[in-house]
T-cell receptor, first 113, second 114 residues
């Protein structure tokens, strides 16, 4: 099956710093990628749709200035959590869309101290 | 608005037995897709099975089958011959054909015991 990678897998940062998370489709091109956020023992909540060559579209309630998304190529989307705060600590998962389904990355656990 | 409901927060099953994980959905869109994902403790989301709203036959993938009852708006996952490695969280999800966005249920934690 298709493979999607995320980097880093874990990151710990101080409050106020920015963190960039990369999502790569390794063996296919993805015009669309999604970013999800998962709280402990909770379901995944869609944050935004990342479209190659255009601006991301954000779900209601998601701050676009805080969660910057850049889909620079057909195999790479990045999520930057700007001025991170402890409440941003979460598990972030990306997915890449193929004609048949979505493939998820392994996730990035962000801890903001 | 679309909605996915998983009413079983946790399920137990003995190894080699079959188990059914419930999922009901609500949508006014005639075109949609239904998915099941497995999330082990590592956190990765593993695709298991897909059912399209117009598919006539229930989807099957190895030990996984989807019991699709369109009139009841249910898409239960059946795992046959459970294995210890099946212990994980299982999420039901729905997408619409236009946006590919997935809406997830709250998940069911399955524990397989020897």
């Amino acid at each position: 099956g298709a493979v999607v990678s995320q980097h880093p897998s874990r990151v710990i940062c101080k409050s106020g710093t920015s963190v960039k998370i990369e999502c790569r489709s390794l063996d296919f091109q993805a015009t669309t990628m999604f970013w999800y956020r998962q709280f402990p023992k909770k379901s995944l909540m869609l944050m935004a749709t990342s479209n190659e060559g255009s601006k991301a579209t954000y779900e209601q309630g998601v701050e676009k200035d805080k969660f910057l998304i850049n889909h620079a190529s057909l195999t790479l989307s990045t999520l930057t959590v700007t001025s991170a705060h402890p409440e941003d600590s979460s598990f972030y998962i990306c997915s890449a869309v193929t004609p048949d389904t979505q493939y998820f990355g392994p996730g990035t656990r962000l801890t903001v101290l | 608005a679309q909605k996915i409901t998983q009413t079983q927060p946790g399920m137990f099953v003995q190894e080699k037995e079959a188990v059914t994980l419930d999922c009901t959905y609500d949508t006014s869109d005639p075109s949609y897709g239904l998915f099941w994902y497995k999330q082990p403790s590592s956190g990765e989301m593993i695709f298991l099975i897909y059912q399209g709203s117009y598919d006539q036959q229930n989807a099957t993938e190895g030990r996984y089958s989807l019991n699709f009852q369109k009139a009841r708006k249910s898409a239960n996952l059946v795992i046959s011959a459970s294995q210890l490695g099946d212990s994980a969280m299982y999420f039901c999800a729905m997408s619409d054909y236009n946006t590919d966005k997935l809406i997830f249920g709250t998940g069911t934690r399955l524990q397989v015991f020897p």
